[in-house]
């Protein structure tokens, strides 16, 4: 599986942006995607996760009620939409791709997208 990210940038606090990550190759029903994020100086962490087949997603609270991820099945993109943007959002994001779902920390996750930078300024 291969991943490519795209959509971050730079906007103002309260703002929007949405992310996307288009995935190629097999993937399986049972698989999970997932958006991380890593701020500078920081460990890399989770933000959202959702599962390729079912109705179900998980959020870190953080975020919760302000990110959405959703996907496309048929253009092979997950989604991350993200309102209300706060400067500690600032960070580069990353899609992933795990075998299982849910999964919450970075070992967990086979495929990588390269990072798309999100900069809030204040």
């Known amino acids: 599986v291969q991943l490519q990210a795209s959509g971050g940038g730079l906007v103002q606090a309260g703002g929007s942006l949405r992310l996307s990550c288009v995935a190629s190759g097999r993937i399986s029903s049972n698989y999970g995607m997932a958006w991380f994020r890593q701020a500078p100086g920081k460990e890399r962490e989770f933000v959202a996760c959702?599962?390729?087949?079912?109705?179900?997603?998980h959020y870190t609270d953080s975020v919760r009620g302000r990110f959405t991820i959703f996907r496309d099945n048929a253009e092979n993109t997950v989604y991350l939409q993200m309102n209300s943007l706060k400067p500690e959002d600032t960070a580069v994001y990353y899609c992933a791709c795990g075998r299982r779902y849910p999964l919450v920390t970075p070992p967990d996750y086979e495929f990588w997208g390269q990072g798309t930078q999100v900069t809030v300024s204040s």
């Open positions: 959702i599962s390729w087949s079912r109705i179900s997603t």
